[in-house]
Nanobody, 113 residues
Framework: QVQLVESGGGVVQAGGSLKLSCVVS????????MAWYRQIVGKERELVAE?????ATYYPDSVKGRFTISRGNGKVYLQMDALRPDDTAVYYC?????????WGQGTQVTVSS
């Protein structure tokens, strides 16, 4: 069993920064993908950052240049800079371990104007 626990969410003013962390624990075989998604109530979950085991990363235009995904010490991080009110959402960490995807419970990020 693999568990993911996110932390680091909170309330921040527009233009500010937050760093989300995701602790990965359990029986790790081979992580070939790590990613962060966000979701607003009533909308589909949206990919905001992705890392794959070739070393490649992906960011949609909405966050490119402002968000950075990184990893280390059994954690996945999402550095978020220049935050905007429309970044307000619940943020979820996910990994693909072998052939199985795992998700965390989410952490709320609120950006005030």
């Amino acid at each position: 069993q693999v568990q993911l626990v996110e932390s680091g969410g909170g309330v921040v003013q527009a233009g500010g920064s937050l760093k989300l962390s995701c602790v990965v624990s359990g029986r790790i075989l081979s992580i070939n993908r790590m990613a962060w998604y966000r979701q607003i109530v009533g909308k589909e979950r949206e990919l905001v950052a992705e890392w794959v085991n070739t070393g490649a990363t992906y960011y949609p235009d909405s966050v490119k240049g402002r968000f950075t995904i990184s990893r280390g010490n059994g954690k996945v991080y999402l550095q978020m800079d220049a935050l905007r009110p429309d970044d307000t959402a619940v943020y979820y960490c996910t990994i693909r371990n072998g052939w199985t995807n795992y998700w965390g419970q989410g952490t709320q990020v609120t950006v005030s104007s």
